[in-house]
């Protein structure tokens, strides 16, 4: 599956536990939903990201990206020490400018 190059580095970051070059995929006033929780900014983004990834280990296998316009989806299966693992979610991302300006996370 062939991913637009932003995605493809917003994937590597989140592998790699690079929370300041995930956070870098975003707008300035991003903001992401996950867990019942919004985090806005990309710093807050930064610090969400790297929470989550130390504490769930988490690694993601992109399984399929649909796009249209500045809205697209990508599904992914996730890993990592917390219930259920694998599981599979969905990205819903809004687009501005090549950088995610939301994501919504939903399993």
């Given at each position: 599956m062939k991913l637009p190059e932003n995605i493809a580095g917003f994937i590597k970051a989140q592998n790699?536990?690079?929370s300041a070059a995930f956070a870098?995929?975003?707008t300035a006033h991003?903001?992401?939903f996950d867990e019942g929780s919004s985090y806005t900014g990309?710093?807050?983004?930064?610090?969400w990201i790297q929470e989550a990834t130390e504490k769930y280990n988490m690694q993601v296998t992109p399984v399929d990206f649909t796009q249209n316009g500045t809205k697209g989806t990508l599904s992914v299966e996730t890993s990592g020490t917390f219930p259920g693992s694998p599981a599979m979610m969905h990205y819903h991302l809004a687009m501005e400018n090549g950088l995610i300006s939301?994501?919504?996370i939903t399993g």
């Open positions: 790699e536990a690079d870098s995929y975003f991003a903001t992401v990309r710093e807050e983004i930064k610090h939301s994501l919504k």
